[in-house]
Nanobody, 117 residues
Framework: QLQLVESGGGLVQPGGSLRLSCAASGFTFRYYAMNWYRQAPGKERELVARITPGGGSTYYTDSVKGRFTISRDNAKNTLYLQMNSLKPEDTALYYC??????????WGQGTQVTVSS
């Protein structure tokens, strides 16, 4: 049974850092592109970052370029999102999302990130 379990969220001051993790199980992790999405209150979900199955290629939405880094450890079946220089507008529920080659998406339960002084 597929499981995506996010962790690492919390309350951080502006300019601070957090590292999100997503522990994957129930499928062959190294075969799938993986994504981080987020949803802020009153806003639509948005793609934050994507990484290819082997980790060789990444994508970032413009608002996080230079501040966030997506990575994966296929030996540990774990996806990461290193978030630096956090801003209040980064406050959202962050989701780990599996992406299949045919465009299906499977979502974790999310982890809350709050950036506030």
């Amino acid at each position: 049974q597929l499981q995506l379990v996010e962790s690492g969220g919390g309350l951080v001051q502006p300019g601070g850092s957090l590292r999100l993790s997503c522990a994957a199980s129930g499928f062959t992790f190294r075969y799938y592109a993986m994504n981080w999405y987020r949803q802020a209150p009153g806003k639509e979900r948005e793609l934050v970052a994507r990484i290819t199955p082997g980790g060789g290629s990444t994508y970032y939405t413009d608002s996080v370029k230079g501040r966030f880094t997506i990575s994966r450890d296929n030996a540990k079946n774990t996806l990461y999102l290193q978030m630096n220089s956090l801003k209040p507008e980064d406050t959202a529920l962050y989701y780990c999302v599996r992406q299949s080659s045919v465009g299906n998406y499977d979502w974790g339960q999310g982890t809350q990130v709050t950036v506030s002084s």
